[in-house]
């Protein structure tokens, strides 16, 4: 058994780490047995799962986001600490097989077919189009090229390798909240201060404080800070504005073991154990620990400019008013249930959790008082989210589906594909006959109705993980993420979905994406 395949230098390794033993053979028994795929039952759609908001509704989210608001409830918290590398997969991948590239290789390998060539052959031609070009055309200049003359050189390798690597903008290695995505008035914004003007607008206080939580790799708060201290002070002035940041690490406890494809764990050249990033569900500890009471959470490259930003500011504050409400009438259904728990009261709050969080017990549970009050008070004193979700556009992806837990109850939860079973026919036409997608568009309620900051690890369904075939050193292994920050770590939260448009939704994938329209200033 996985707890076996331990020795005593794995518990000195494991110890010095500040990992649990316990969870530690707990990863090895699921990397060797595999939890079952999520079930679906049914995809949520509008009127099913999904609130679609009529203009009286957002009037009233709008008016109770004004007043949590300005009470000074709300916290921004941005994950932060994923490198960009992915982002330049094109140009990395080119620039590796082709160290001399110029413009006429290039439309060569264009000619021929090549998917990274075109790509790279888009950045090209469009590359005055980029707000990094200012900086780029600096550290170019520092190492002796002239950016317009590389240009009409077609010095295509030049060009990109000052743009990626170490001895220029290093964009390649730098979080994406680092890279300029966005040209602004007062010049280049990065994503991480479109993130401040964003919060500025849907989280600030009264007397204009506005918190932000961010998550950084320790090897990058250097450079946030220098980053903040530069611009931070004229986003203030510009915004009136006192913007409260802090940052917080994915700690290493949070890292998940590997197996071998023979299920043992998997061991580096010095024999020790491998551990690797938890995933982006390591940070529900960081999110739980932020000190928020209402938490906006949004991705790092889901960003636009100023121009575009009315529908993203409108729908977050009706996000955050629809919480705000929601919670409300929680918080009172529990005082009641606390002061007088008759049938009456009981009956109220479980109306409020079907009708509001469309949850019901399940069959074959007690009909007595006591039995329905502990169900009521139990499902109604938990964590809260209000989700956006955009239509699906293209090929479907991860998103709301009712899903029946190990409980027995039906509930509304976000599901990746890659926890639906690809095999299963049924399962496969419920995912490509969803219809609403999730954006990672969440506010969320973090303390009860008596202040306490919840637990948040209470309600992670640990079986929602992730597994993964990777490699490290030449060899194959399986890799271990933790349930997924809005999928299976928030569970066991009670959860609304609330349909929002598109125009929400413009994450910045590549660095193709920043030559779309939703990335460019405006035009005429």
């Not at 989210?61 to 094109?90: D, I, K, N, Q, Y």
């Not at 409108?314 to 009172?332: C, D, E, P, S, T």
């Amino acid at each position: 058994m996985a707890e076996e395949l331990l020795r005593e230098d794995d518990q000195q390794q494991i110890r010095a780490r500040g990992v649990g033993e316990d969870d530690v053979r707990r990863q090895l028994a699921i990397l060797r047995n595999p939890p079952p795929y999520t079930r679906l039952l049914r995809a949520c759609a509008a009127g099913d799962g999904i609130r679609v908001l009529d203009e009286a509704e957002v009037a009233t989210a709008l008016a109770a986001h004004e007043s949590a608001a300005a009470a000074g409830r709300f916290t921004c918290f941005v994950p932060a600490s994923g490198a960009a590398t992915r982002m330049f997969r094109a140009l990395l991948s080119m620039l590796e097989r082709e160290p001399q590239l110029d413009a006429v290789r290039l439309e060569q390998l264009v000619a021929g077919g090549d998917k990274d060539a075109r790509e790279v052959q888009e950045v090209w031609i469009s590359l005055a189009r980029f707000a990094f070009v200012p900086a780029l055309r600096e550290v170019l200049a520092r190492h002796g090229h002239d950016l317009d003359a590389a240009v009409r050189a077609g010095d295509v390798a030049t060009v990109l390798d000052a743009l990626l690597h170490e001895h220029g903008l290093d964009y390649a290695s730098l979080p994406k909240g680092l890279l300029a995505f966005h040209r602004a008035a007062e010049g280049p914004r990065t994503a991480c201060e479109e993130h401040l003007v964003d919060a500025a607008s849907y989280a600030r206080a009264a007397d204009g404080a506005v918190r932000l939580h961010l998550t950084v790799s320790p090897q990058h708060l250097a450079g946030f800070r220098t980053l903040l201290a530069r611009v931070q002070p004229e986003h203030e002035r510009r915004l009136g504005a006192r913007f409260t940041i802090a940052f917080s690490h994915q700690e290493p406890a949070t890292d998940t073991v590997a197996v071998d494809l023979d299920g043992n764990p998997f061991r580096d050249a010095d024999g020790r154990l491998l551990f690797r990033p938890g995933g982006h569900g390591a940070l529900l500890d960081n999110l739980g620990r932020c000190g928020a009471d209402l938490a906006y959470v949004k991705n790092i490259d889901n960003v636009v400019p100023d121009h575009l930003k009315g529908p993203v500011v409108h729908w977050k504050k009706v996000l955050g008013g629809l919480l705000a409400m929601l919670q409300a009438k929680i918080f009172a259904a529990l005082r009641r249930l606390d002061e007088s728990p008759d049938a009456a009261a009981v009956d109220a709050a479980l109306a409020l959790l079907r009708d509001e969080l469309g949850i019901a017990p399940a069959d074959g549970t007690a009909a007595d008082l006591a039995s329905r009050r502990d169900f009521a008070r139990a499902r109604l004193d938990r964590p809260l989210r209000v989700c956006g979700m955009v239509p699906c556009e293209g090929d479907p992806g991860g998103g709301p589906f009712w899903v029946r837990g190990r409980n027995g109850e039906a509930s509304p939860q976000i599901v990746e594909t890659a926890q639906i079973d690809a095999t299963d026919p049924e399962q496969q036409a419920m995912l490509a006959g969803s219809t609403f997608f999730n954006p990672v568009d969440l506010a969320c309620g973090l303390r009860n109705h008596r202040g306490e900051p919840f637990d948040l690890a209470r309600h992670v369904d640990p079986e929602a993980v992730f597994i993964s075939e990777k490699s490290s050193g030449g060899r194959k292994l399986r890799a271990l993420e933790r349930p997924g920050l809005w999928n299976g770590s928030m569970a066991d939260w009670s959860t609304v979905f609330v349909a929002v448009p598109t125009a929400t939704f413009n994450p910045v994938k590549t660095i193709n994406d920043l030559l779309e329209p939703q990335h460019q200033p405006p035009t005429g």
